[in-house]
Structures are given as C-alpha cells and as structure tokens.
C-alpha cells in the first residue's frame, strides 16, 4: 500500500494520574523532517519519540506537538533549607553588632529570604512517563499512517488513471509513426512526377531518401521505453511500499523519452499528442511529489 506524505494523527492516554496528549501533522518534504515541541519538562524524551516516529514515517515534513498534565495531587513540595536560614542569622547578628543596631529579625522575615524555603517539583519515574507517553505516540503514529494510507490510495487510483491516458497517447504516436514514412514517399514521389513528367523515377534514388527520412523520424526505441516505463509505474504502484523517490526517477526518464519524440517528429499530429504527453506526465510528476 502507498502513503501519501500529508498525514494527521493523535493521541490521548491517561494513566497514574498522568494524560499525554500527542498530535502529528505532515506535509511534503524530500527526505524526513521532524519537528518535535515538548514542554521543557519533558525535553528529554525528544530523541526517544524521534526514534519511535521512525518506525511509522520515512518521508514528509512532521510537526509533532505533545501536551503534558499531571491530574493528581499537586506535585510540588516546599524544601527549608536550614543551613541557608543559619547563615543568614549569623550575618544579620553580625551586622547588628558592628554597626550597634536591635536585631528584630522575625521567623516571616527569615523565611522570605532567597533560598530558605524552596517550592520544588517532586520527581517523577522517567519510566513511568515514557510507558505511559510511548503509548500516546504510538496512537498517534497509527492514526496518521491510516490517514496516509487513505489519501495514498487516491492518488494510486489517479495515477493509474492518469498513466490510462498516457499509454493511449503513446499507443496513437506508435501507431501514426509508420504512416508519416509512407505519406512522405507518397510526397516525395508525386513531387518528382510533378517535376520530372513522364519520366521513369529512380526507384532506388527514392528508397534511400526515404530510409534516411526514417531513421530520422523513428522513435521505435523511445515508444519501447515509454511503455516499459509505463508499466514499471504501475507495478510499482501496485507493490507499494516507500516508492516515491523511485517513481519521481521513473518520471524524469518518462519525460526525456517524450522529449526525444517531440524532437524527431514532423508530423503535426504526432507534436500534438507529443505536447499533450508531456502535460500528462508532468501532472504525474506532480502527483508523485505527494507520496512517501
């Protein structure tokens, strides 16, 4: 199955008073570019969500954003810091005696200086966290795989239309090629009769002009290639799997064979299906652009 590599995905898991909210977005990128917004608390985690993330994406532009409430009691616990508290006192005792001032120091006042009394957040298990945090991701990953996964499906079926209507204008450049040798004899003839009269045509003079005319005009190999392209695409398409970089090669190689063609022909018609072609397989390049 193909993916698409615009995707959305989330997910939500409480336990022990712990609820992980993580949310994915993707759009298009080359290669995989990830982007993950944690609150600082949990900063730490980020390589291990990288790292799971990858068992799920190979290619696109992801925003993953993660949420963090803890819905217990209150985390947080105040610390004295008695040795702090002393060290105050004995400066302030100290002040008091060189410059002859009351020491009135209350237990409020010691209490609000820097550092005596501390709020301070109560550790929690690393462990605990990543289990409950892991399975958050993984529901997310899984939602925004399926959400690729239906959007790779349509554009399979629009590139398999799609390549429909090229293998057709490939079938009708195959099908004119022989005929624009033949009418250009016929040309070539009737314009000798006309110039010459009644006199014999030399049939070999005629055959070679011909055959040079032929070789110039024939695109046996690049119609070969063209539908041998085609139907790779289509196989590919088909298997699935991460064949986005492969397609967009098959595509390039698509394009130099219509080119190629354009460059030989004469024939109006042929230009024209030849344009026409090209305008297909590009709108498949563009296609293409959107899958992993």
């Not at 949990?42 to 790292?51: D, G, K």
């Not at 990543?130 to 399926?146: H, P, Q």
């Not at 349509?154 to 090229?166: H, N, Q, V, Y």
Request: one cysteine or more; aromatic letters at 6%.
């Amino acid at each position: 199955m193909i993916k698409s590599m615009t995707g959305f995905g989330r997910g939500e898991v409480t336990e022990n008073d712990l609820k992980f909210t993580v949310e994915l977005k993707s759009v298009n990128h080359r290669y995989l570019d990830m982007n993950v917004k944690l609150p600082k608390s949990l900063n730490f985690f980020e390589s291990a969500i990288r790292q799971e993330l990858k068992n799920y994406i190979s290619r696109g532009k992801v925003d993953v954003y993660v949420t963090y409430e803890n819905l217990g009691e209150s985390s947080s616990r105040i610390t004295y810091h008695k040795e702090v508290a002393e060290e105050y006192l004995s400066y302030m005792k100290q002040m008091s005696e060189d410059f002859g001032l009351e020491n009135d120091v209350r237990v409020a006042k010691l209490a609000s200086m820097p550092d005596v009394l501390v709020m301070e957040e109560e550790e929690t298990d690393e462990e605990e966290l990543w289990k409950a945090l892991k399975k958050a991701v993984d529901i997310a990953a899984e939602g925004f795989v399926k959400t690729r996964e239906a959007e790779g499906e349509r554009l399979k079926e629009d590139l398999l239309g799609k390549l429909d209507t090229i293998a057709g204008l490939v079938a009708f450049i195959e099908e004119r090629s022989p005929q624009i040798v033949t009418e250009y004899r016929e040309r070539i003839q009737t314009r000798v009769c006309e110039i010459l009269g009644d006199t014999q045509v030399d049939e070999g003079r005629l055959l070679t002009e011909v055959t040079v005319f032929a070789d110039k005009v024939c695109v046996d190999e690049e119609i070969v290639r063209l539908k041998s392209h085609i139907d790779g695409m289509k196989k590919e398409l088909t298997d699935g799997g991460s064949i986005g970089r492969k397609l967009d090669f098959i595509t390039q190689e698509m394009n130099r064979e219509a080119n190629t063609t354009l460059s030989k022909t004469t024939d109006l018609e042929i230009s024209n299906r030849g344009i026409e072609l090209k305008t297909e397989i590009e709108k498949v390049r563009e296609q293409i652009q959107n899958i992993e």
